[in-house]
């Protein structure tokens, strides 16, 4: 069972979405491509990008990334030659949902920060502060 609000997984006997007050629904419907998506992360750092995908699907987070096919192909990143993850220069932008933007980003800030990103929950979710 899945929220159609926020995307999060549910065990099956569960009817409503604790966090969004909303019936939960069998299949959750595509991602809508014109959905209003905003940047989370961005990275010219090509060997960092499987580990941001992997930390937003633990936590079934739809997003799209830019940009990721250059970074495959040019010499840039951790040995590049002083592409950085300013903004200025070549790098790949993931981008989410904006109403899981906030969430996306708490989960991906230890990567910004050059550190090991947090696990999530057994249910999907983002682990809570405290």
Do not use: H, N
């Not at 899945?2 to 007050?21: H, M, N, Q």
């Not at 250059?70 to 949902?97: D, H, N, Y």
């Amino acid at each position: 069972m899945y929220c159609p609000d926020c995307r999060a997984e549910y065990r099956e006997g569960i009817e409503t979405c604790p966090d969004c007050e909303v019936r939960l629904v069998v299949e959750l419907p595509p991602v809508d491509p014109d959905a209003d998506l905003v940047p989370v992360f961005e990275t010219a750092d090509v060997s960092l990008l499987p580990v941001v995908e992997s930390v937003l699907d633990s936590a079934r987070i739809p997003y799209l990334v830019q940009g990721e096919e250059a970074l495959s192909v040019l010499p840039v990143g951790r040995w590049g030659a002083g592409i950085s993850q300013s903004g200025r220069g070549l790098a790949a932008t993931i981008r989410v949902e904006k109403g899981r933007a906030e969430e996306a980003e708490e989960l991906l800030r230890p990567l910004a920060e050059g550190e090991s990103p947090s696990e999530p929950e057994e249910d999907g979710r983002a682990p809570a502060d405290g």
